[in-house]
């Protein structure tokens, strides 16, 4: 993929996950690709996605995900993302967060997401679902 592509790419990928529709998430990854966030067990199949990707939906009603970056390697892809959104779904805290992380990228032969294995700083996502960002000092 060129890079070109690759950045057209990323950028609907990111619209997907501000859709609220988490289908539309999945569809991104091969049939049997996968999804591992942070040190998780992988979510593997689009079915599997699709919860991944509407846990966070539900979570965050105003879920906005913001490209920050993405960069070509010769084996794999980096995808820097800032998840924004305030913590209002069942059993929410109320509170806003603003989190950022990466996903590692490895391409199918199709041309979709064969594997993402995603990072972000969990102890600080726990921290702001609890206290919210103004406790920071941020926002």
């Known amino acids: 993929m060129d890079s070109a592509a690759l950045r057209d790419f990323a950028g609907r990928y990111t619209k997907a996950w501000c859709s609220q529709n988490a289908t539309s998430v999945a569809a991104f990854f091969s049939e049997a690709g996968s999804l591992r966030v942070n040190d998780g ?3 593997v199949g ?3 996605i699709t919860a991944i990707a509407q846990g966070f939906m539900t979570a965050f009603p105003d ?3 913001l490209m ?3 960069e070509e390697h010769p ?3 980096v995808y820097r993302w800032t998840l924004v959104g305030t913590h ?3 059993g929410g805290s109320g509170h806003r967060v603003r989190i950022s992380g990466f996903e590692v990228w490895r391409f ?3 041309g979709l997401i064969a594997e993402s294995r995603g990072q972000f700083d969990n102890n600080e996502y726990q921290r702001q679902l ?3 960002l103004q406790s920071a000092g941020e926002e």
């Open 75 to 77: 084996d794999r892809t």
């Open 63 to 65: 879920l906005e995900v």
């Open 68 to 70: 920050d970056d993405v």
């Open 88 to 90: 209002s779904g069942p």
């Open 46 to 48: 689009r079915d599997a």
């Open 108 to 110: 199918g032969a199709d």
């Open 41 to 43: 067990e992988p979510a």
């Open 130 to 132: 609890q206290h919210g």
